[in-house]
């Protein structure tokens, strides 16, 4: 897979240049690239306690990220999924380390805590007054004598972080630390493994399945479950969560570990916080990307009982950007529609006939939707079978609301609904559509003289003619040929206009305008598919 990288070797250095010149100043690095990596505070005096943490790269924000007052002092940074140093953590013990001492907060991985420990038995040597703790809060492998340290590390950077930033001492930040390690509990669930730059991806993760407790070095997880959705798979991490939460009040920190998208996270948070253990769950830290796995399309959840008094160091002012804030989880608050707004509800009315015919021409519509999102990808984004399946759903839902037997309102309805239901312009656009050939019958006008009308105005107000490669190029000569042959001449004349919009090299109207030429040629416009399936199976 391409990635936005130039030379393999110089991955960590490049990202290290790139983080401290877009911070304003707030951050430098020690001499002694490439071998010694350590990003610093630029404003530090050695007057406080001094927190160092840091580990393998690719885990990005973390560690340099999290540099800055009120969290870190100084990030080591290894290369990708390798510890730094022995020489390089020295490095950084002793350019951050006063008269206060220093605090290394190491995740539990052999390699990081060899070559922490030596060097804090070095950086004592020099006369330093060194602490160190380990993270070890990842419970997917409860028989592990040594669990994982992952992104409940975050908790302990915040809580003692804050801690030495209001001048507390060496002893009192290392308890705290302590105490925050020995509560912290997380897990972790992904689609699909890391990609590692330079080295063949592992596709361990098959489609259809997802990996509970995976480590962020990409290590193998306890199992991989059958996946179904977001709320399923969140289901799951916090089924192994509800098994050590305590019932009390937590905080809860969830991470992107690095591949899931912003609107993927939102959805699990959602998920969280309607969770088993949600009763719990008091404050949340995230959703956000802190301890990634390079770009795992996964995420993790970190839990840990709240105190009055952590929850002032986790709400306590940083400088670290990549910090998100500990906010309180609160129900949803919905705000009244404006006056005018609140749509007027049609006086429902049955109709059977009606009520078969709209009911054929949704399940058109539904059984279309893997074909029209297929066309689509070739000129949109590959949704126009599942939006209009969706209204269509919502359509089925709505039959027993609608007024079946006055034609003349059911179409006005039928817009009204599209509008509330459909989103993107195809749903304005029908709405449209319908709401004017509802007006044009309640003067009078014939069923497909109305349509014509309604046909009219959505291309007045959507700019699409006859040839532009849209929805037009089958609806219009349909409901010409309705109007003066029937049904079946007018199924002819939309799978005509349908297939003819594969030989328009240019679209002039909605978003395949904005598509390459030879990238639409052979290829029929989704919207003009779905109107020519629509005659085709009602003239049957």
């Known amino acids: 897979m391409a990635q936005f990288i ?35 505070r630029n404003d530090w005096d050695k007057s406080k306690v001094a927190l160092v943490s840091g580990g393998g790269s690719g885990h990005e924000p973390a560690h340099a990220g999290f540099v800055g007052a009120g969290m870190l002092t100084a990030a080591v940074c290894g290369d990708v999924f390798a510890s730094p140093s022995v020489d390089a953590v020295l490095a950084g013990i002793l350019s951050v380390t006063g008269p206060a001492g220093c605090l290394l907060i190491v995740k539990n991985y052999t390699g990081d805590r060899l070559n922490f420990g030596l060097a804090a038995e070095r950086a004592r040597a020099f006369g330093l007054k060194v602490n160190i703790v380990i993270v070890d809060d990842d419970i997917a492998l409860p028989d592990l004598p040594q669990p994982r340290g992952v992104a409940g590390t975050l908790f302990v950077h915040k809580i003692a972080g804050a801690m030495a930033e209001s001048g507390a001492s ?22 699909d493994t890391c990609t590692v730059p330079g080295s063949p991806k592992e596709n361990r993760i098959e489609a259809g399945k997802a990996e509970l407790g995976l480590g962020i070095h990409g290590e193998a997880g306890v199992q991989q479950i ?56 008091k404050f949340i830290v995230g959703p956000a990307a802190m301890m990634t796995s390079l770009d795992m399309r996964g995420f993790s959840v970190s839990v840990y009982p709240l105190s009055a008094e952590d929850h002032a160091w986790l709400s306590a002012p940083c400088a670290p950007a990549a910090w998100p804030g500990c906010h309180p989880i609160k129900p949803v608050s919905v705000v009244e529609l404006p006056d005018g707004l609140t749509p007027i509800q049609p006086i429902p009315s049955e109709h059977r006939q009606t009520a078969a015919f709209l009911t054929q021409c949704c399940h058109v519509l539904i059984d279309a939707e893997s074909d029209l999102n297929a066309l689509d990808a070739k000129s949109g984004d590959g949704d126009t079978g599942s939006t209009l399946a969706g209204a269509a759903r919502a359509l089925m839902g709505a039959l027993d609301r609608l007024p079946l037997a006055d034609h003349t309102q059911l179409l006005r309805a039928i817009g009204q609904e599209l509008s509330q239901t459909m989103g993107g312009s195809s749903g304005v656009l029908l709405a449209i559509f319908f709401t004017a050939a509802g007006d044009a019958a309640s003067s009078g006008r014939s069923m497909v003289s109305a349509l014509k009308e309604g046909l009219e105005r959505m291309q007045q107000i959507g700019g699409a003619q006859l040839g532009d490669r849209t929805m037009v190029d089958a609806l219009k000569p349909a409901l010409d040929a309705l109007e003066a042959k029937g049904m079946g001449a007018a ?28 990238q639409l040629e052979g290829h029929i416009d989704p919207g003009a598919e779905a109107v020519a399936r629509l005659f085709e199976d009602l003239s049957k």
Request: glycine residues 8%.
């Open 6 to 40: 130039n030379n393999k070797d110089a991955i960590v250095t490049e990202a290290i240049d790139g983080v401290i010149k877009a911070s304003g100043g707030r951050l430098a690095r020690i001499d002694g690239y490439p071998h010694i990596r350590v990003v610093v």
């Open 226 to 281: 059958d996946y179904h959705n977001a709320e399923q798979a969140m289901a799951a991490v916090t089924a192994k969560l509800a098994a050590v939460v305590e019932n009390k009040p937590h905080v809860v920190l969830l991470n992107n570990l690095g591949g899931t998208s912003v609107l993927e996270m939102a959805i699990l948070a959602n998920d969280l916080a309607n969770s088993s253990i949600a009763k719990n769950l």
């Open 491 to 518: 199924a002819d004349a939309a799978r005509k206009g349908a297939v003819h919009t594969s030989t328009i090299v240019k679209a002039k109207a909605g978003r395949a305008s904005y598509i390459n030429a030879q």
């Open 170 to 191: 060496l002893e009192d930040v290392t308890a705290a630390a302590e105490r925050v390690i020995a509560g912290t509990k997380s897990i972790g669930m992904s689609l």
